[in-house]
């Protein structure tokens, strides 16, 4: 049973326009959220991460939104570039250890 | 230049043959990992070295065998494989422990075709 879950494989958005990225969780010992950009052939970028104790960060472009009691964050990019198509992974991680658990990546699509 | 670096990038090998995959970061991590990702599924926790000390295996095929001679290293050595083993293999670090701001940093992965 997956335990971190992105719905949407896909997203595409105009450049200029906000994305938002989704993702849900299920375990409610995951404290600590972290937002990964990955290009093909290479590895996955750490973007930015959010602790359970806050409800949002914000980095330049890049918001993440915590939401405990939904279990449910997001990513907003705003304004959105076409440099940051790429596929988004979320990942949580619990109590007892620094191991991701990730989801399944979104694509996002910024069209020039 | 990423601070975590995997050797080969690419490799093809038969179901009988002994390879390694290799891993160096130069962060000044000690804590290091393996993940694995396959076609449509998120990526996949194999090995995690805390302190170099294996502190999880997540249950994966001992044709896979990890290696971490130091903080710094971190090898995987595969032996008949399976073409279903095909995925890419990426290499991680992070500083031991649960502290915020603990990031885990990727290498850029090493594709593995088995036929």
């Given at each position: 049973d997956q335990q971190v879950k992105q719905n949407s494989p896909s997203l595409s958005v105009q450049e200029g326009r906000i994305s938002i990225l989704n993702c849900d969780y299920?375990?409610?010992?995951?404290?600590y959220f972290l937002w990964y950009k990955k290009y093909p052939a290479e590895g996955p970028t750490f973007l930015i991460s959010i602790s359970s104790i806050k409800d949002k960060n914000e980095d330049g472009r890049f918001t993440v939104f915590l939401n405990k009691s939904a279990k449910h964050l997001s990513l907003h990019i705003v304004p959105s570039q076409p440099g940051d198509s790429a596929v988004y992974f979320c990942a949580a991680r619990g109590r007892a250890g620094n191991m991701l658990t990730f989801g399944g990546g979104t694509r996002l699509m910024v069209k020039p | 230049e990423t601070g975590v670096t995997q050797t080969p990038r690419h490799l093809v090998m038969g179901m009988t043959n002994k390879k390694s995959l290799k891993c160096e970061q130069h962060l000044g991590h000690n804590a290091m990992y393996w993940y694995k990702q396959s076609a449509k599924k998120p990526l996949e926790l194999m090995f995690v070295y805390s302190l170099e000390e294996?502190?999880?295996?997540?249950?994966?095929?001992?044709?896979f065998s990890p290696e971490c001679p130091n903080s710094s290293h971190l090898f995987l050595h595969l032996h008949t494989?399976?073409?279903?083993?095909?995925a890419l293999y990426l290499c991680a670090s992070s500083h031991a422990g649960t502290g915020d701001g603990n990031t885990i940093y990727f290498g850029e992965g090493s594709w593995l075709t088995v036929v």
């Open positions: 299920t375990n409610s010992m995951f404290d | 294996r502190v999880e295996n997540n249950s994966v095929p001992s044709r494989l399976q073409p279903e083993d095909s």
